[in-house]
């Protein structure tokens, strides 16, 4: 199932949102645009049942497993000329401190999906999805 975005930001699909962000052909600022169409397509190639809201904070996309801003993201996406960076709240019952979060980031989308399916498991918000427990055991079990 395609990443939906938020019905609060509907002005634009994340598709147009994340083009804005690709420079002209004078470059006067990063391409931040292009790495984040190329998450956009990961997750949805990758994700064909599970239900995933796409909210966007400035350049950021939360994921979210709810229709509304207010509910609390689970994993953050951001790129960055070619480099991708990902970081999810844990859950409580393992995090040292309250709010804690993991980091990370990769130059390979295809080490980029390895990390959002880590990072959707372990945040807790898709418990549901039969389609992410398969990904994560086929992924954890080499």
């Known amino acids: 199932m395609p990443i939906i975005r938020c019905s609060e930001q509907k002005r634009l ?9 690709i420079p002209d052909k004078v470059k006067t600022f990063a391409d931040v645009g292009t790495p984040m169409l ?5 997750l949805n190639e990758t994700f064909k049942e599970t239900k995933i809201y796409g909210l966007t ?17 689970f994993v953050a996406l951001n790129g960055l000329e070619g ?6 709240a844990m859950t409580p019952d393992k995090q040292p401190w309250t709010n804690a979060k993991i980091k990370g980031g990769t130059k390979s989308l295809a080490e980029l999906k390895k990390l ?15 389609e992410l427990d398969k990904l994560y055991n086929d992924l954890t079990k080499n």
């Open 13 to 21: 699909t994340l598709d147009e949102f994340y083009k804005e962000f």
């Open 38 to 42: 190329n998450v956009l397509k990961l």
């Open 57 to 73: 904070s400035h350049a950021t996309l939360l994921l979210l497993n709810e229709d509304s801003s207010l509910s609390p993201w």
């Open 83 to 88: 480099e991708y960076y990902i970081e999810y």
């Open 116 to 130: 959002i399916v880590i990072a959707m498991t372990e945040s807790g918000g898709w418990t549901d999805s039969k």
